[in-house]
């Protein structure tokens, strides 16, 4: 849950460029966050290869679809970033990963636990959008 408005915590989401300032899991993000467009993700874990994904789906204030991986669908991975007003005013923000393709159960099994990775990350957007106003 994050204290603030929803346009605040998108407007922090997808500027790729400060990324680093407040998700310790990152080492660098090259390219837009837009509608279409590709970006690399350079992760603390493996940060001389990055992954590239592309935004498949973007819509402002309350979600954001990323989608990667190897030709003809053999493995694909998708990411969704949600944002969801709650009655008592604050943000409930999701983050999500999925798998899918003839490989995903076997490339599936190498991939780390990507909870501690997403909670780092979910609480760096909040601290930073809740200590910037």
Do not use: C, H
Not at 21 to 35: F, H, K, N, S, Y
């Amino acid at each position: 849950m994050i204290d603030a408005d929803t346009a605040v915590i998108w407007a922090v989401l997808v500027d790729g460029s400060k990324w680093t300032e407040w998700d310790t899991a990152v080492v660098r993000l090259d390219g837009r966050i837009a509608p279409g467009e590709k970006v690399t993700v350079f992760p603390e874990v493996n940060p001389e290869r990055g992954f590239a994904v592309r935004v498949i789906e973007f819509i402002p204030g309350e979600r954001m679809v990323w989608r990667g991986g190897m030709p003809f669908g053999l493995f694909t991975g998708t990411r969704t970033y949600t944002l969801s007003r709650q009655p008592d005013g604050r943000v409930r923000f999701g983050m999500r990963e999925e798998y899918t393709g003839p490989l995903a159960g076997l490339i599936g099994r190498s991939i780390p636990d990507l909870a501690p990775s997403f909670a780092r990350f979910a609480a760096g957007l909040k601290d930073r959008v809740e200590t910037a106003r």
